[in-house]
């Protein structure tokens, strides 16, 4: 009996030490960056060694979970261009020889496309079917100097046209004498969505045959996009189908987009989840108002390899939960363009009002956010044959006026056209051969 008790202390002893072996094996592997570790990112997209750990036992329960259905086999025209897409503010740039830098690196960097806004309340001003800009004294005299609105927006079709570079043009932006009375300026949709209708109408007419991707709105699940009042999905749906409607009968060739969806868990009047939001516009008859998805692809507080795949999960694998409900609704056929992509490297030093503004969106390193946009790029060309042009956000500013916001640090370009290891990543990426 002894012999047996003595035994089985052995073995459990030799048991002991091999399971701190491999503990401590396991330890030493994550913290130089072994096979395990390279293991853990390839599934969680997380970098520290005790996130990977509690990120890998979170991804074993995809196993437990109904997963998203993808259909990557379902018809989906693959997108054979140049998927590599950067939001622009080039109207924010007043002089003309500053909006033809930008567009001269955008295409030194080999990126394909520009999300550009055409703000409504920039083209159609002061009333009604005046697109006259008398905003601006231009020759010092003193007196306000009336040109043209479109000035502006034809210098900068002009400048993608002699660059090569797409332009997928952001509809938006409603200027005051369009809204309600109490609206949040600039955000709330018009009084008359018939108004809205003309304005998309005109920028299509000017641009036809020059811009062929349209997209109506932004983010209208989320406060202030939709203004001081609830969001509404269906009042959504109105507007993009008569949008949509109006730009097909101005050139059929035009695809329309529909508006990104902000990433978001909430169930609110104020922020409501882009899941339900999107099969509430199903419900409205949105399917057959689009041409293209619009989603959003943030990471946030990971990298982009993070497989955790929860509906109340934000990272950036989200995007195959808005597909899967595609598939659900029979609109397996369409595909999704990522509006908007990108880690942000906010500083510690940063000036924003408080800790929770300045983590808002993730806090990755400049190294980190270069990386992560290469990777993302290159998942989606892999993995996601439904999922065509992804745009960066963004590319730069004019100024530095927001430089204690959060959301300042995206940028690929400071205001004084420095740029950040982001861009040299994606021009890396995006001008190598195959």
């Given at each position: ?425 994606i021009k890396n990426y995006a001008t190598r051969k195959p």
């Open positions: 009996m002894q012999n047996i008790i003595h035994s089985r202390k052995c073995r459990l002893l030799i048991l002991c030490v091999v399971a701190i072996a491999l503990l401590v094996g396991l330890l030493l592997d994550l913290r130089f960056h072994g096979l395990a570790w390279r293991l853990f990112y390839s599934v969680t997209g997380e970098e520290a060694p005790a996130k990977q750990v509690y990120g890998f036992l979170n991804y074993l329960g995809n196993w437990t979970r109904r997963q998203p259905v993808t259909a990557s086999s379902t018809s989906v025209p693959r997108f054979e261009g140049n998927p590599v897409g950067v939001n622009t503010f080039l109207e924010q740039e007043a002089e003309k020889s500053k909006r033809e830098r930008q567009m001269q690196l955008i295409a030194d960097a080999g990126i394909g496309w520009i999300r550009q806004q055409f703000p409504w309340a920039d083209i159609e001003i002061k009333e009604r079917g005046n697109f006259v800009d008398d905003r601006n004294d231009l020759n010092g005299d003193g007196q306000p100097d009336a040109i043209s609105a479109w000035d502006k927006y034809d210098n900068i079709v002009a400048l993608a046209e002699r660059y090569h570079v797409g332009i997928i043009a952001r509809l938006g932006v409603p200027p005051a004498w369009s809204q309600p009375s109490g609206a949040l300026a600039g955000h709330a949709p018009p009084a008359d969505f018939q108004d809205f209708v003309n304005y998309a109408t005109a920028v299509a007419a000017r641009y036809k045959g020059r811009i062929h991707y349209y997209q109506v709105w932004n983010e209208p699940n989320i406060y202030p996009e939709w203004g001081e009042q609830a969001v509404n999905p269906q009042a959504y749906t109105d507007l993009l189908c008569r949008t949509y409607r109006a730009l097909k009968a101005v050139d059929p060739s035009i695809s329309v987009i529909s508006a990104t969806l902000a990433q978001t868990i909430e169930l609110s009047d104020a922020n409501l989840n882009d899941l339900v939001f999107l099969q509430r516009m199903y419900d409205a008859g949105a399917a057959r108002c689009f041409d293209i998805l619009g989603a959003q692809g943030y990471g946030l507080f990971s990298g982009p390899t993070d497989r955790r795949m929860r509906p109340t999960v934000i990272n950036f694998s989200h995007v195959l939960w808005l597909r899967d409900m595609m598939i659900a609704n029979g609109d397996a056929a369409k595909p999704i363009w990522i509006g908007e992509v990108a880690w942000n490297p906010v500083p510690d030093e940063a000036t924003a009002p408080d800790i929770q503004d300045r983590l808002r969106y993730g806090q990755v390193t400049e190294e980190q956010a270069a990386r992560y946009a290469v990777e993302a790029y290159q998942r989606a060309r892999d993995e996601w044959p439904f999922v065509g042009v992804m745009c960066y956000w963004f590319f730069k500013n004019a100024d530095d006026h927001e430089k204690n916001q959060s959301q300042y640090y995206f940028r690929m370009l400071d205001p004084d056209f420095t740029p950040h290891p982001v861009y040299d990543a």
